[in-house]
C-alpha cells in the first residue's frame, strides 16, 4: 500500500506525516502524534470517547478517515489545558465529581468545549444534547451536566470553579481531591491501549465459529507463513494447565481451547504480528476443523436429563440451599399469599474501554500491564499457566476505564502473557468492541418461582423460592452469585420462615460472573413485585408493607446473622418516601 504525506495541526503544533491511506483519524492522532489522550471504545463512531476538535467542531476521529484532515485544524484533550493551567471545564469536571474512570472524559470535554465555545449561556437541554454522542457508563450524567454548566459560569465572569478542593481535618462526608483527577481530564493518564514499547508486536485471538462443538483439527500453516506473522499458539502450547478459574475449587475455563469449544467467546487459537492488521488477517487464514455438537441456550433445556453436556460432570454447577425455620408453619399462619415465577435477561457489562494489555518478557521477568480488577489474582494465574514461579510475574494496573465486576474475570491476561513469554517481544493485545462484547462476562439471566405469605396486619410470614442462574459456558463466579442470591432471598425485609433452592446452571451462552450488587438485582425483580402484590390484596400502601418488615437493628438475615451495626435500611427509606412525594 502506498503511503501518502498528510499536514495536520494538532493543538497548535504543525505536523507532516507519511501514511497508509486508509488510516483512521484516531489511529493517526494516538499511534503516529504520540497524544493518546483521544480514546477508542468502540471503533464504530458511537461511544464519544474517540472525539477530537476539528475547525471547532466534534468528530468521531476513529470514523473519519485521516485525509479528510488534511490542512485542518485539530484539538485534542492534551491542547485543552496542562495540570499548571487547566481549563474551567477540566476543574469543574474534578470540582463537581464528573470523573470517575476517566476513560470517556476526553471526548466529553472536547463536546462540551464545542457547546461553550459557541454558547456561553447553555440551557440543561443544551448540554444533554451537545453530549448525547458522548457515552459515560459510570457517573449517570448529572455531574458532567453541573460541571459543564459551572465551567460556562466561570467562562461568563460570574463564578470562578473551586479547585483544588479543600478538606477539613474530618474527610469523612467532605468533598476531596482525586489523586488520579488531573492526569484523566489532561489525557495524561495511561490505560492498557495507550502503552507502547520499541518493537512491540500486537496479539489477536481466534474466537470460535460454534458454540459448541468438538475440535478436530487446529492447521496454523498458513497462518504462520503469512508475511509479518511472528508466531501462531494454540493450546499445545500454553506451557501450564491450560485451566484458569476465579474460584480456587472451580477451574473450568480454557486458556486456549483444546478438544472443544463451549461458547463463541472461547479463543482456539492466538496470532502475533507485526501489526494488529496484520494478526487479523493471519485469523483467517488458520483453519479448524470442528465438529458441531447440539447446544443449551437456556436453564430449562440444560436442566432435562437428556440435555447435551456442557462439561463432563453435567449442566448443574451448584445446588445452594437456604433453609431456616419452619416453612409450613409460615404459610398455614399467612392471611395471604402471593406467587409467581420471573425471568431476568443477561446485561452486557458495557465498560467504554475494552480490554487490553500490554506484556514484555525480560531478564527473566514477566510483566503484564493491564486492565484488571483483580491485579494478584491475575498474577497468580499467568504464573501457573506459563510454570513460572509467581516471584518472577509482575502485574501492573493501569487506569482502568470501568469494571463494575466484568474486570476481575481473566480476558486476555493470560494470552498476552503467553505471546511476549514466547516471542520475547513486547506483545500488545487490545479487543475491538465485538471481541469485548464475544468474550466479556455478564450478569447471570434468572429463572425464578417465588411464594410469599403475610399476615394479615403486613408481617411477612414465609419465603419459598426456586431460582435458576445462566452461568454460562464456564462458572466464573457463578456459585458466590447463586449464594448471595439465596442469602439475600427478600431482600432487606426480615422473615423468619426461609426455604431457598438456588441452583447455578452451565449452559453454551456467554459466561455470566461479577456484576454489580452480586446477584441481588435479579431477585429483587421478584420480592419487590410480589411485595407490591401482598399489600394491593391486604389494603395497604406498598410503603406501609415495606415499613412493617423492613431490616432493622436487631433483625434477622436468613444465614441467621443478627444485625448489630450499621443497619440504615429504615432511615433511607423513610428519606425516600419523603423526598419522592410519594405521600402526595
Request: charged content about 20%.
Amino acid at each position: 500500500m502506498v503511503k501518502k504525506t498528510i499536514n495536520l495541526n494538532v493543538n497548535g503544533k504543525p505536523y507532516e506525516l507519511l501514511v497508509e491511506p486508509d488510516i483512521k483519524l484516531a489511529e493517526l492522532i494516538r499511534e503516529k502524534i504520540g497524544l493518546t489522550g483521544t480514546k477508542i471504545g468502540c471503533n464504530n463512531g458511537e461511544c464519544g470517547a474517540c472525539t477530537i476538535l476539528l475547525e471547532g467542531e466534534p468528530v468521531a476521529s476513529c470514523m473519519m478517515p485521516a485525509f479528510k484532515a488534511h490542512g485542518k485544524n485539530i484539538i485534542t484533550v492534551e491542547g485543552l489545558g496542562t495540570a499548571q493551567n487547566l481549563h474551567p471545564l477540566q476543574k469543574a469536571f474534578l470540582a463537581y465529581g464528573a470523573v470517575q474512570c476517566g476513560f470517556c472524559t476526553p471526548g466529553m470535554l472536547m463536546s462540551a468545549k464545542a457547546l461553550l465555545d459557541k454558547n456561553l449561556n447553555p440551557t440543561e437541554q443544551d448540554i444533554r444534547v451537545s453530549i448525547s454522542g458522548n457515552l459515560c457508563r459510570c457517573t449517570g450524567y448529572k455531574k458532567i451536566v453541573d460541571a459543564i454548566m459551572a465551567a460556562a459560569a466561570e467562562l461568563r465572569g460570574e463564578q470562578e470553579v473551586k479547585w483544588p478542593v479543600t478538606t477539613g481535618e474530618d474527610v469523612i462526608g467532605s468533598p476531596v481531591t482525586r489523586v488520579d483527577g488531573i492526569p484523566k481530564v489532561t489525557g495524561e493518564s495511561k490505560f492498557a491501549n495507550d502503552i507502547y514499547f520499541p518493537h512491540m508486536a500486537y496479539a489477536k485471538p481466534l474466537l470460535s465459529a460454534h458454540p459448541h462443538a468438538l475440535i478436530k483439527n487446529v492447521d496454523t500453516e498458513k497462518a504462520l507463513a503469512h508475511p509479518g506473522v511472528v508466531g501462531v499458539y494454540t493450546s499445545k502450547d500454553v506451557p501450564g494447565p491450560n485451566i484458569v478459574g476465579i474460584m480456587p475449587h472451580i477451574k473450568d475455563t480454557p486458556v486456549l481451547a483444546g478438544d472443544k469449544v463451549r461458547h463463541y467467546g472461547d479463543a482456539v487459537a492466538l496470532v502475533v504480528a507485526e501489526s494488529a492488521e496484520i494478526a487479523e488477517e493471519a485469523l483467517s487464514l488458520i483453519n479448524v476443523d470442528y465438529e458441531p455438537l447440539p447446544g443449551v441456550f437456556s436453564v430449562e433445556d440444560a436442566m432435562k436429563e437428556d440435555a447435551p453436556k456442557v462439561h463432563e460432570g453435567g449442566n448443574l454447577l451448584l445446588h445452594r440451599k437456604m433453609y431456616r425455620g419452619d416453612i409450613e408453619k409460615g404459610f398455614s399462619e399467612a392471611a395471604v399469599i402471593v406467587e409467581d415465577s420471573f425471568k431476568t435477561r443477561m446485561n452486557e457489562h458495557a465498560y467504554i474501554e475494552p480490554e487490553a494489555g500490554v506484556a514484555l518478557y525480560e531478564g527473566g521477568i514477566l510483566k503484564v500491564y493491564t486492565i484488571t480488577q483483580g491485579a494478584h489474582y491475575h498474577r497468580g494465574e499467568i504464573a501457573v499457566n506459563l510454570k513460572l514461579p509467581v516471584t518472577k510475574v509482575r502485574v501492573i494496573q493501569t487506569t482502568t476505564g470501568g469494571g463494575f465486576g466484568g474486570k476481575i474475570d481473566v480476558s486476555l491476561q493470560v494470552l498476552v502473557a503467553l505471546a511476549a513469554f514466547k516471542t520475547g517481544r513486547p506483545v500488545k493485545m487490545a479487543y475491538s468492541r465485538e471481541e469485548s462484547m464475544l468474550t466479556s462476562t455478564k450478569r447471570h439471566p434468572y429463572y425464578m418461582h417465588y411464594k410469599i405469605g403475610a399476615r394479615s396486619d403486613g408481617k411477612l410470614t414465609a419465603v419459598q423460592a426456586e431460582i435458576y442462574g445462566d452461568t454460562g459456558a464456564y462458572s466464573s463466579h457463578g456459585p458466590g452469585v447463586l449464594t448471595r442470591t439465596a442469602a439475600s432471598v427478600v431482600g432487606p425485609y426480615e422473615v423468619d420462615n426461609i426455604k431457598v433452592d438456588a441452583y447455578c446452571v452451565y449452559t453454551n451462552n456467554p459466561t455470566a460472573g461479577a456484576m454489580r450488587a452480586f446477584g441481588s438485582p435479579q431477585a429483587s425483580i421478584a420480592y419487590e413485585a410480589l411485595m407490591d402484590e401482598l399489600a394491593q390484596k391486604l389494603g395497604i400502601s406498598a410503603v406501609e408493607i415495606r415499613r412493617i418488615n423492613g431490616y432493622r437493628k436487631g433483625s434477622v438475615i436468613p444465614t441467621g446473622q443478627v444485625l448489630t451495626d450499621g443497619v440504615g435500611f429504615m432511615e433511607t427509606f423513610e428519606n425516600v418516601v419523603e423526598k419522592s412525594g410519594f405521600n402526595r
